[in-house]
């Protein structure tokens, strides 16, 4: 089939390189256009768009709602049109292009988890199974029906990065299956149920800040969801942001405060509203990641410090 491949950030290039090698023909792909990246702000293509180049692939980066978009894309006479994180919605002028419509890779297991961010929200619930799906596109929010899925376990300490990758390799395969049985005729898409139905909004970086009164393992999952994006984060006394690394559980300790800070000659704890954690890697303001006990020798912190909250100490 002539196939354009919609996508924009790393999660999407296996699948882009999949179709590639598949028996289907890429004819051309769209991404986001370039954004600036950096301290020095510079303009950097996607790496759905840097793969497509060095593949010698057409690279489209206008809007959906473009009317000179929609021309090319019925230029470009498609078969099916495969989508992987692509980040814009799609109006209907376009999702009717297709002979066979466009086909998302979402990664969960739906109906659950529909939205922009199901890897890092399956993490912060505390999912223990997860998976991916590919489903036809509608104008409901991955509503469509689903053409196959596939289940992965969720290891301990994953976090959204260490998930992502894995889901993002296997549902390379499954994508290629499912276009390979829709141009053999041997799929349908089968509606999703009613039941179970959950939703992943993007997540800001105000919902990575950790509230301390919250369980320890409840912190520890919303750490783990939020690495490497948006980043948890809590507050120093002084108010400056404090990046967090993924944490361990140290259920055993129980006689610190929501914040407070032990630090001992290798680690450093935090008191949760139940247990407390091991902090791993922290960032302090103006510095790069560093272990929790170096950052705490170099800061000097004073007995009984809290964090999350501004010039208060437990007495």
């Given at each position: 089939?002539?196939?354009?491949?919609?996508g924009?950030?790393?999660?999407a290039?296996?699948?882009?390189?999949?179709?590639?090698?598949?028996?289907?023909?890429?004819?051309?792909?769209?991404t986001?256009?370039?954004a600036?990246?950096?301290?020095?702000?510079?303009?950097?293509?996607?790496?759905?768009?840097?793969?497509?180049?060095?593949?010698?692939?057409?690279?489209?980066?206008?809007?959906?709602?473009?009317?000179?978009?929609?021309?090319?894309?019925r230029?470009?006479?498609?078969?099916?049109?495969?989508?992987?994180?692509?980040?814009?919605?799609?109006?209907?002028?376009?999702?009717?292009?297709?002979?066979?419509?466009?086909?998302?890779?979402?990664?969960?297991?739906?109906?659950?988890?529909?939205?922009a961010?199901?890897?890092?929200?399956?993490?912060?619930?505390?999912?223990?199974?997860?998976?991916?799906?590919?489903?036809?596109?509608?104008e409901?929010?991955?509503?469509?029906?689903?053409?196959?899925?596939?289940?992965?376990?969720?290891?301990?300490?994953?976090t959204?990065?260490?998930?992502?990758?894995?889901?993002?390799?296997?549902?390379?395969?499954?994508?290629?299956?499912?276009?390979?049985?829709?141009e053999?005729?041997?799929?349908?898409?089968?509606?999703?149920?009613?039941?179970?139905?959950?939703?992943a909004?993007?997540l800001e970086?105000?919902?990575?800040?950790?509230?301390?009164e919250?369980?320890?393992?409840a912190?520890?999952?919303?750490?783990?969801?939020?690495?490497?994006?948006?980043?948890?984060?809590?507050?120093?006394?002084?108010?400056?942001?404090?990046?967090?690394?993924?944490?361990?559980?140290?259920?055993?300790?129980?006689?610190?405060?929501?914040?407070?800070?032990?630090?001992?000659?290798?680690?450093?704890?935090?008191?949760?509203?139940?247990?407390?954690?091991?902090?791993?890697?922290?960032?302090?303001?103006?510095?790069?990641?560093?272990?929790?006990?170096?950052?705490?020798?170099?800061?000097?912190?004073?007995?009984?410090?809290?964090?999350?909250?501004?010039?208060?100490?437990r007495?």
């Amino acid at each position: 089939m002539r196939l354009l491949f919609a996508g924009t950030p790393a999660p999407a290039v296996p699948s882009l390189q999949a179709l590639l090698g598949s028996r289907h023909e890429v004819v051309a792909v769209l991404t986001r256009p370039d954004a600036p990246v950096g301290r020095g702000r510079a303009l950097t293509p996607s790496p759905v768009k840097q793969a497509a180049l060095d593949a010698g692939v057409e690279v489209l980066t206008g809007r959906p709602r473009d009317p000179e978009l929609q021309e090319r894309l019925r230029s470009l006479a498609l078969d099916a049109a495969p989508v992987v994180a692509y980040g814009a919605l799609l109006p209907r002028e376009v999702l009717d292009v297709p002979r066979h419509g466009w086909v998302n890779l979402h990664f969960s297991v739906l109906p659950a988890w529909r939205g922009a961010a199901p890897v890092q929200h399956a993490l912060i619930a505390g999912d223990e199974v997860t998976g991916a799906s590919t489903f036809r596109i509608e104008e409901g929010l991955d509503t469509g029906p689903v053409f196959g899925s596939f289940t992965e376990q969720v290891r301990p300490r994953d976090t959204a990065g260490d998930l992502l990758e894995r889901l993002a390799a296997a549902g390379a395969a499954l994508l290629v299956r499912t276009l390979d049985g829709i141009e053999d005729g041997e799929l349908v898409a089968v509606p999703q149920p009613a039941d179970g139905v959950s939703h992943a909004p993007k997540l800001e970086v105000a919902d990575a800040q950790v509230r301390w009164e919250r369980p320890a393992y409840a912190i520890d999952r919303l750490v783990r969801g939020c690495t490497p994006a948006p980043g948890a984060w809590t507050t120093l006394p002084d108010g400056a942001r404090l990046g967090l690394g993924p944490v361990e559980v140290a259920a055993d300790v129980d006689d610190l405060a929501p914040g407070e800070v032990r630090v001992g000659r290798r680690d450093v704890l935090v008191g949760a509203g139940s247990g407390a954690v091991r902090l791993g890697l922290v960032t302090a303001p103006g510095k790069r990641a560093m272990a929790a006990a170096d950052w705490a020798r170099g800061a000097r912190l004073e007995p009984g410090l809290r964090l999350g909250r501004r010039h208060e100490r437990r007495v």
